[in-house]
């Protein structure tokens, strides 16, 4: 469980294709605070620690990505060199800063407008209509694992809504990088689904 509040950025430094891609991530967590066997979010994705150590004044974990998670979130386009939202699980006690995050991707959006202003930029994203029922303005959305508040939601020939992304979040994220036509990973408010499963 994650509140969609990310942490650090990670780079991702090796990649090894096997059975399962085993990617390293370098990053500024202190190895000491990072388990085997525990969760990290990247970039929205929850994956497993299986190996931690030091690299060049960094601590780096490894993580291994199935096929699976490959075809149904952005990580098949991950290189060397690709940065990664990072979040590490919540702990009881925690401060729920965002809402919460399973880090379970549904689908993957598309940037298809940008529109910068003095105090925050405006993005739109593009994502599977027969995800439209879970996406409702002031609801609440996880982007490559940031917990974001939706501001318009528009459902024509295409499925579209809009967030803001203010400069403190543009600055420590990766969304620094993003651009139009950049994939994300999008995660549906996990209360949103138990809500209308429960009617």
Known sequence: M????????????KIENNNHRLIRISCTYKSNKIDIGSSIACSGVCLTVIQKGKLNNKSFFDVEVSKET?????????????????????KVGSEI?????YGHVDCIGEIIDICENKNSNVYTVKYPKKFSKFIVEKGSVALDGISLTINE?????????????IPHT???????DI??????????DPLARYVLKSK
């Open 2 to 13: 994650f509140t969609g509040i990310i942490t650090d950025i990670g780079e991702i430094v």
């Open 70 to 90: 490959d075809d149904k979130t952005t990580s098949d386009s991950w290189d060397i060199g690709t940065k990664i939202n990072l979040e590490q699980s919540l």
């Open 97 to 101: 800063g965002g809402h919460f995050v």
């Open 153 to 165: 939601v528009r459902d024509n020939s295409e499925s579209t809504f809009s967030v803001n992304i």
């Open 170 to 176: 543009k600055q420590f994220t990766t969304w620094s």
């Open 179 to 188: 651009d139009i036509k950049t994939k994300i990973n999008l995660e549906v």
